[in-house]
């Protein structure tokens, strides 16, 4: 992904830039795709640090942790956190990662996840700097269910961040989209000389490592259909537990087993509301915060 900038240079310092890192596994894709680019691009001997916020693990998006380490080095790369002063959403204001971009001066910065103030302060580094960026989305910029369906107060938000997105985007130097479907939204704002795409991978690591026994640790006998997601209003658990019902009231659901693990984004107390409603709870497993 990076190989364009890195044939001309031995080492290289590189920016990876995100929301959220570890410890806090439960914020989910784009910071399991910066920890993989992390640990990639210092296997081939680079300077990488993952600039981000101190959001600590927790059944929640709303934990931040001052006590985390401000600098942590993990496996063959660094993890730098600037504390969150406010939030709103998944918008998180950490002013610090401002000052970290700009004393250490990366030779490349890579931000992943634009609707972020993380994403504008690389954004901002990189002409101030005159830093090559490359950004990538991972979550559909213009067609995300909740820019439609949330609050008045979201979609203005939402509104609001329109110019910072096209700053970002007329500031990168390339964007990197998973498929055809989110270049075309990126056409939207810039020419196609500007977009790569680089499907996703696969961490050939995780695949390969031993796992337990899932169903002897929660005790499940019988047959049973997975769901693993945030408890987000976005992932469809409530079309999954409509459709759970319409099993149930038709009697073909016989002995088998839902489990939802994930967790709570929003939308956990209403999808216990959900499952007592339709009275599907000797049908169904949660598990919270899953380790």
Known sequence: MLNSFMKNSIIMKIGL????????????????????????????????????????????????????????????????????????????????????????????????????????????????????????????????????????????????????????????????????????????FTSSSKIEIVRNGINLDILNSKTKNFKKKYELTSPYVLFIGRFSYIKGIDVLLKAIKILKDNNKLSNIKFVIMGVDFGYQKQMYEMINEFDLKNHILIIKNPS
């Open 17 to 188: 830039v995100c929301p959220a890192s570890l410890p806090a596994t439960q914020f989910g894709g784009i910071l399991f795709l910066a920890l993989d680019l992390a640990r990639e691009t210092a296997k081939l001997d680079h300077d990488v640090v993952i600039y981000t916020t101190d959001l600590d693990f927790a059944n929640n998006a709303t934990t931040f942790n001052k006590k985390l380490p401000r600098e942590e080095m993990i496996e063959n790369f660094t993890i730098k956190r600037s504390h969150t002063w406010l939030r709103y959403s998944l918008f998180f204001i950490n002013p610090g990662i401002y000052f970290q971009l700009l004393r250490d001066s990366p030779d490349i910065i890579h931000t992943i996840g634009i609707r972020s103030f993380q994403s504008f302060i690389a954004a901002l580094i990189s002409k101030q700097k005159q830093i090559p960026l490359v950004i990538a989305d991972q979550g559909g910029l213009t067609t995300h269910p909740e820019l439609k369906s949330g609050s008045l107060v979201k979609k203005f938000f939402i509104k609001l961040q329109s110019p910072f997105i096209k700053f970002i985007i007329n500031q990168s130097t390339k964007i990197i989209v998973a498929n055809d479907y989110e270049k075309r939204i990126f056409l939207e």
